[in-house]
C-alpha cells in the first residue's frame, strides 16, 4: 500500500513538471470579471473621457485590463429602457460586480440583482432615491460615489443670481424617469424660494421634448434656465445650448460639457474624477470587502466654467467676481 502511495504522488509531481510555468501562473491567477454599466453610447467623446479615468484608477491600483481584469461593458446609446435588459444580461455572466454609471443604471442594476455588489460610479443622491438607507453603512449591496444634487443646484441658483442680476423667473428642465430628478427638484424649488426666484419646471422624458419645454420658457417669459443632472438632458446637450442661444437664454448647468457645448456657465462635480475614485471602491470588493461596509463617498472635485464667447452673443456681461472664481474661462 505504501509503495502505491510513493507511486502515485511521484506521479503527481511529474504531471506537475510538465504543466508549462505561464499555464499554472495564468490558470492560478484568472483575472477578476466585472461589469460596467452605462446610458450613454460610446461613441460620445464625453464617455470615453470617463470609462478612460475609470481604467487609470484601476491601473493605478494594479489592475490591467485585459490581464488580471475582464470587464463587460453594456451601453444603452441614450436609449435608458434599455438598460434593465443589460443589467439582467450582466447579473447572468455572474460578474463580480457591476460599475453602474448614472443613476438610471444604478436604480436597473438594483432591479436586476440583489446580490452582485453595485458601485455607483457617479449617482444622484443615494439616500433620497431609496439606492440605500445609510451612506455611512449603506447595509444593501450598493456603495460608490453619489452626487449632491440638490445643493448642486442650489449652489447653481446662486451663481446664476450674482452672474445675471435681475432674473426673477428660472425654467427648469427635469427628467421624471430619472429617480433622482425628483429629490433635486425638491431642493431646487425651496432654494429657488429663498433667492426669491420663480421656478418653472419643465420636463423632458426624451429627445424629442426638449423643442417643446424651450417653447413653453418662450410662452412665460423665462429669463434664464437650468438643467439637472440626467442621462437624456446630457446627451442632448448641443441641442439644449443651441436653444438656450436662440431663445436668448443664459443658462448654468450641472456638468462643464454644456459649458463646451455653447452654454453660458457649468459648475458641478468633475465625473471623470468619480469614474477614477469608483476604481478604489472596485479594488476593496474584488479584494472581498462587502459594500455594505464601505461608506457612500460624495464628490471632491468640483469645476465652475464661464463661457465668455456664449455671454457676448446674449448680450451678457459676466462680472469680474465671477470670472475670478471660474476655473476656466472660454474666450
Do not use: C
Amino acid at each position: 500500500m505504501r509503495i502505491v502511495v510513493v507511486l502515485i504522488a511521484a506521479a503527481l509531481v511529474v504531471v506537475a513538471a510538465s504543466v508549462p510555468r505561464g499555464l499554472a501562473a495564468e490558470s492560478a491567477r484568472r483575472p477578476a470579471r466585472i461589469g460596467f454599466l452605462s446610458p450613454s453610447s460610446m461613441s460620445d467623446p464625453r464617455t470615453r473621457t470617463f470609462v478612460e479615468a475609470f481604467r487609470q484608477g484601476m491601473r493605478e491600483l494594479g489592475w490591467v485590463e485585459g490581464r488580471s481584469l475582464t470587464i463587460e461593458y453594456r451601453w444603452a446609446d441614450e436609449r435608458t429602457e434599455r438598460l434593465l435588459d443589460l443589467a439582467r444580461e450582466l447579473a447572468r455572466l455572474n460578474v463580480a460586480l457591476i460599475v453602474a454609471s448614472t443613476s438610471p443604471a444604478v436604480q436597473a442594476a438594483k432591479q436586476a440583482t440583489t446580490t452582485i455588489p453595485i458601485v455607483m460610479s457617479n449617482a444622484g443622491d443615494a439616500v433620497a432615491t431609496g439606492f440605500v438607507s445609510n451612506i455611512s453603512h449603506p447595509e444593501a449591496n450598493v456603495t460608490g460615489l453619489s452626487m449632491m444634487g440638490g445643493e448642486l443646484v442650489g449652489k447653481q441658483l446662486q451663481i446664476l443670481k450674482d452672474a445675471v442680476p435681475g432674473i426673477t423667473r428660472v425654467a427648469l428642465l427635469w427628467n421624471p424617469t430619472n429617480a433622482s430628478n425628483g429629490p433635486q427638484l425638491l431642493q431646487a424649488e425651496a432654494a429657488a424660494r429663498a433667492l426669491g426666484f420663480r421656478l418653472q419646471p419643465l420636463e423632458v422624458r426624451a429627445a424629442a421634448e426638449i423643442e417643446t419645454a424651450f417653447a413653453a420658457i418662450a410662452r412665460e417669459r423665462a429669463g434664464a434656465v437650468v438643467a439637472l443632472l440626467d442621462s437624456t438632458l446630457v446627451a442632448n446637450r448641443s441641442h439644449i445650448t443651441e436653444l438656450a442661444a436662440r431663445y436668448r437664454l443664459p443658462g448654468i448647468y450641472g456638468l462643464t460639457d454644456y459649458a463646451r457645448a455653447g452654454g453660458l456657465m457649468a459648475y458641478g462635480p468633475s465625473v471623470p474624477d468619480m469614474h477614477r475614485r469608483a476604481a478604489a471602491y472596485v479594488d476593496k470588493i474584488l479584494k472581498g470587502s462587502k459594500p455594505g461596509d464601505l461608506p457612500i463617498e460624495q464628490p471632491t472635485r468640483f469645476e465652475f466654467i464661464v463661457n465668455v464667447t456664449a455671454a457676448k452673443s446674449l448680450g451678457v456681461t459676466i462680472p469680474p467676481s465671477i470670472l475670478a472664481r471660474a476655473d476656466e474661462v472660454i474666450q
